[in-house]
């Protein structure tokens, strides 16, 4: 079933600014954060040196405000990151809820990353960095809808075939004859939300489910 969204309704349930789970989510993963750390120094320090110098005495005052920005980019880098992906679902003509069932689900090794590092015998070896993830199969009365992938955890071990899920689902056809993307997915039964990316503002979605779906 889907229930299209009112104007207006689909910006204040995806902000345009990152919320504090977003901001959680944007930041990647711990070598992508370090990388983050050394921009944000190496760039400040640099810039600040700049601005001290004999050079730039008419210039100054805006090296120092650009290395101000590289110090916060541990901040501001998330931050935009975050608006960036909500504006991708925002910009979508057509929005509307979907409340169907999980027709099926199934995990899937997803590889993550490469490294090297050294064996016991001091040779370097490659390793792969892999992640289990599970992907549910959606659909409605009208057929397959699509999936929500999302990494594994225990807390997903409840999840089963036939349990009702909501969800937003997003086009570029008023009539939805084609479905663009979905968002992050809510399953009552288990109070349980679902989904690689929190896009929805999760109380605001359902509180709109109850009024909606009654």
Not at 29 to 41: D, F, G, K, M
Not at 102 to 121: C, K, P, V
Not at 134 to 151: A, K, S, T, V
């Amino acid at each position: 079933m889907l229930l299209p969204l009112k104007d207006g309704e689909l910006q204040r349930l995806i902000p345009a600014i990152a919320t504090g789970p977003q901001f959680n989510a944007s930041s990647g993963s711990p070598q992508q954060v370090l990388q983050r750390v050394l921009i944000a120094v190496i760039g400040g320090v640099l810039a600040l040196l700049v601005s001290q110098s004999q050079f730039s005495t008419q210039w100054g005052g805006v090296f120092m405000v650009v290395g101000f920005i590289f110090f916060f980019y541990l901040l501001w880098g998330p931050i935009l990151a975050a608006g960036q992906r909500n504006n991708v679902l925002r910009r979508y003509p057509a929005a509307a809820i979907f409340e169907g069932r999980i027709a099926d689900l199934f995990t899937r090794e997803r590889l993550e990353g490469r490294q090297e590092q050294t064996d016991q015998s001091g040779r370097l070896e490659l390793v792969e960095n892999r992640r289990t993830w599970l992907c549910l199969e959606l659909e409605d009365q009208d057929g397959y809808l699509g999936q929500i992938r999302f990494p594994y955890d225990k807390k997903h071990k409840p999840i089963r075939p036939g349990m009702v899920i909501r969800c937003l689902v997003l086009s570029e056809r008023k009539d939805f004859s084609r479905v663009s993307a979905l968002s992050d997915g809510w399953i009552p039964q288990l109070k349980l939300w679902v989904g690689d990316y929190p896009y929805l503002l999760r109380p605001a979605f359902e509180e709109l489910c109850l009024r909606r779906l009654r």
